[in-house]
């Protein structure tokens, strides 16, 4: 469990000087925007494009992605139900819900979970991947058609060669399949660029924080408890019955699918949100709770499946 803690350590102390910098007013006013904007277009796709052009296309296509896919799948679409019957709010912001359900953080917990935990740091590959080639096109496609007031042919279409995030996701995959090697001229820089993503989001997470305090009363509040209950607990529960009754996995198998399950929500929801100013304090919440909530989920699923 030191790999759990550790990395729940490393976002903490991240967030914490985020906040302290906000609180301290050590930068200007719209420093906010600009990391934020800094993150979206320049240091995230970095970061993707690299992650996802040096993986392995096996490592994408196995039992324990079809159970993530299940447990991703059923939990949204709870989490869509609800929100439109229920809490009747707009296609963004439900958008943005749904994100906070069922998006894991795979980069800044998953890595540490999946090196330290289970021991086998490619299992959280597929996870990485299907966020960023099929659930984050999905979320910043609504967000982006909704945020225009309007829906058109020509905007969906034209969306992946929009966005920065989405094509930085495609271009990796696509070095991935073809098995090509990027050149160190190219890929050295992108890795530099990369490695300030994660900082950048954090930072700008934190800084969120000052002035604000999370379920607050307010149209949101509900909405956080219920996208935080279906990340903490339905989504690690739909991931062991479909890893375990419909896949047939067992053992380390199965333990690793409920782990990356039990993930808190991914502060790239958070970036998505402010980025297109759409649902931000769901998702900035949610994010939060989940992240606390995390620890003992994760520890609970190790007592009970780890061998």
């Known amino acids: 469990m030191l790999g759990v803690l550790t990395g729940f350590g490393i976002i903490g102390i991240v967030i914490a000087i985020g906040y302290g910098v906000a609180r301290l007013r050590v930068l200007p006013d719209n420093a906010l925007p600009v990391l934020n904007r800094l993150a979206f277009f320049v240091s995230t796709p970095a970061l993707l494009f690299t992650v996802v052009s040096r993986s392995h296309p096996s490592e994408v296509f196995s039992p324990a992605l079809l159970a993530s896919v299940i447990a991703v799948v059923v939990t949204g679409a709870l989490y869509v139900v609800v929100s439109v019957v229920f809490f009747r709010r707009g296609v963004g912001v439900t958008a943005v819900g749904t994100g906070a359900s069922a998006y894991v953080n795979a980069n800044n917990i998953g890595l540490p979970v999946a090196t330290y935990v289970l021991g086998q740091p490619s299992l959280v590959v597929p996870i990485i991947l299907l966020q960023l080639v099929v659930m984050a096109p999905i979320i910043l496609t609504v967000l982006d058609i ?11 279409l034209t969306q992946p060669v929009r966005n920065p995030i989405i094509i ?34 954090l930072l700008g997470f934190g800084m969120s924080l000052v002035g604000r305090r999370p379920l607050q009363p307010g149209p949101d509040r509900v909405a956080v408890i219920v996208a935080s209950a279906f990340k903490s607990l339905v989504m690690p529960i739909v991931a062991y019955l479909a890893g375990a009754l419909l896949i047939g996995l067992s053992g380390p198998d199965l333990f690793a699918v409920v782990a990356l399950a039990s993930l808190p929500t991914a502060q790239n929801i958070y970036n998505y949100a402010a980025r297109y100013q759409t649902g931000v304090v769901l998702a900035r919440d949610t994010v939060l709770v989940t992240t606390i909530a995390a620890v003992p989920v994760l520890l609970l699923a190790s007592v009970l499946l780890a061998h």
Do not use: C, K, N
Not at 146 to 151: D, I, L, M, P, Y
Not at 186 to 199: D, K, N, R, T, Y
């Open 168 to 201: 930085a996701s495609l271009s990796g995959l696509v070095v991935s399949l073809f098995g090509w090697t990027v050149p160190d001229i190219l890929l050295q820089p992108l890795l530099l660029i990369g490695g300030s993503a994660v900082p950048l989001v």
């Open 146 to 156: 909704t945020s225009r007031g309007e829906v058109s042919l020509r905007s969906v």
